[in-house]
């Protein structure tokens, strides 16, 4: 039985799969198994897989029609024969010891069920993705993970390594008109298991245009805040209404999510005193002092500015707030 079972989905990847695979099967972790689905590809991705798996045992190919992405990994899933598996993706390079530390880590700490690292862009990336790479690669810990983890997606996916049993726990991964690695993290987290990261830049993230995140529906923002308001509606919001911190877009389309959700908005609460005491869709925006002292609502913190995030929660930790805040995105 290998040690580590990778899922790995392939459509079309015939120009990146190379190294790819060069950079699975020549890990300092030789017990493994690169579990590849070909999803249909047409442009000879099957062939090289299996000419590379006649080459390496190791290297499992299960050809499928065209299914999508969340197919591709439980058709993946259920073939795995190792108690770990690792996610990888066809246009992206490992660095050698990634499966190591990752198994090592999951053997050592049985506390972590979900476990990431940080990644870094090739061959160029625009200032969004640096952006949101630099986010994500300080968040190392569950409380960290957790704490941000309605504002965007805390793990990049194709770092992912975690227990098959608490996969197959979890039911997979969902295939509906949503992002399914950032479902899989709510759902995780709502089922309550914990987060960690690696410290170390195990993975070399490839940025193109093509990519699914700009190309697809199911990654378009609407989508992924339809997917927050569903989880917080069933969860810290069931029985209370909210408070959102912020009357720009994201602060909006927030409160319009979570009303479609049965959830009532009592406040906006907006710093700009020419906000401040008018009313959006019915209701008042209020300072920050007003809206702190509504006790009882959860307050979302819905901002996207650099820097308001953390303002925000400076003055809900001044004014007690606590854990009665959560920042959204």
């Avoid at 969860?235 to 909210?242: F, S």
Wanted: charged share 30%.
């Amino acid at each position: 039985m290998p040690r580590v079972s990778v899922l790995l989905p392939v459509r079309d990847a015939a120009s990146t799969l190379d190294a790819c695979l060069e950079s699975l099967l020549g890990q300092s972790l030789r017990d493994l198994e690169v579990v590849a689905v070909d999803d249909g590809s047409r442009d000879g991705s099957r062939a090289l897989l299996e000419d590379r798996a006649r080459r390496d045992p190791r290297l499992v190919v299960l050809p499928t029609p065209a299914r999508g992405l969340a197919a591709a990994l439980n058709t993946a899933l259920a073939s795995a024969r190792s108690p770990l598996v690792a996610r990888m993706d066809a246009d992206d390079v490992a660095h050698e010891d990634r499966l190591a530390l990752q198994a090592e880590r999951l053997r050592a700490d049985p506390g972590v069920d979900v476990l990431g690292c940080r990644v870094s862009l090739f061959p160029e990336a625009r200032r969004g993705m640096r952006a949101y790479v630099g986010w994500q690669n300080a968040l190392l810990d569950h409380r960290e993970i957790v704490r941000d983890l309605f504002v965007e997606s805390p793990l990049v996916h194709p770092t992912a390594a975690l227990r098959r049993e608490t996969l197959l726990a979890l039911g997979g991964w969902r295939d509906f008109d949503g992002p399914e690695d950032y479902d899989l993290w709510l759902r995780a987290w709502e089922a309550g298991l914990r987060f960690g990261k690696l410290p170390e830049t195990l993975l070399a993230w490839r940025d193109s245009p093509g990519r699914l995140t700009r190309t697809d529906p199911r990654y378009a923002p609407d989508r992924f805040v339809a997917l927050k308001c569903a989880v917080l509606a069933r969860g810290p919001l069931a029985g209370r209404p909210a408070v959102v911190w912020g009357a720009g877009p994201i602060g909006k389309r927030f409160a319009r999510g979570l009303r479609e959700r049965g959830v009532a908005v009592r406040a906006f609460v907006e710093v700009d005193p020419r906000k401040v005491g008018g009313k959006i869709h019915g209701v008042p925006v209020v300072s920050v002092e007003a809206g702190a002292s509504l006790r009882g609502p959860l307050h979302l913190a819905a901002v996207g500015q650099p820097g308001a995030r953390e303002r925000i929660r400076g003055e809900a930790g001044r004014l007690g707030l606590g854990d009665d805040l959560v920042a959204v995105a």
